[in-house]
């Protein structure tokens, strides 16, 4: 389960930015996850208490967003909506189609105190 080293990178950036910025409490933690990331947003939601445990986001609600994913098709140039990495080009079906978004995680949004 890859998530839960994700979460603790999470964490880690929290800290570095509570020191960065001089916040002592984050009340609420926004991920945006990407449709074709591969990361699961419950096995998230299961791990960010214990993860966030004795951390400057203990207790700090989790809201996650998903970020739709987005296809760049090499043969048209077309954008569309794809829902796996190996989708082909919506309107011409030419299967190399590069992912411009969809694939990443990012913390969007954070409340601190």
Excluded: W
Excluded at 19 to 24: E, G, I, L
Excluded at 42 to 50: K, S
Excluded at 77 to 105: F, H, K, N
């Amino acid at each position: 389960m890859h998530e839960l080293s994700l979460l603790e990178n999470v964490r880690e950036i929290l800290e570095s930015h509570a020191q960065s910025q001089n916040f002592a409490k984050v009340t609420r933690v926004t991920l945006e996850i990407g449709k074709l990331s591969s990361v699961e947003p419950e096995a998230m939601r299961f791990g960010f208490d214990v993860v966030m445990k004795g951390s400057l986001a203990d207790g700090a609600e989790l809201v996650i967003t998903e970020a739709s994913g987005i296809g760049l098709c090499r043969q048209c140039g077309r954008q569309s909506v794809i829902e796996t990495l190996y989708d082909p080009c919506a309107e011409c079906g030419c299967p190399y189609v590069d992912v411009v978004q969809g694939a990443e995680m990012k913390i969007k949004d954070l409340i601190v105190i």
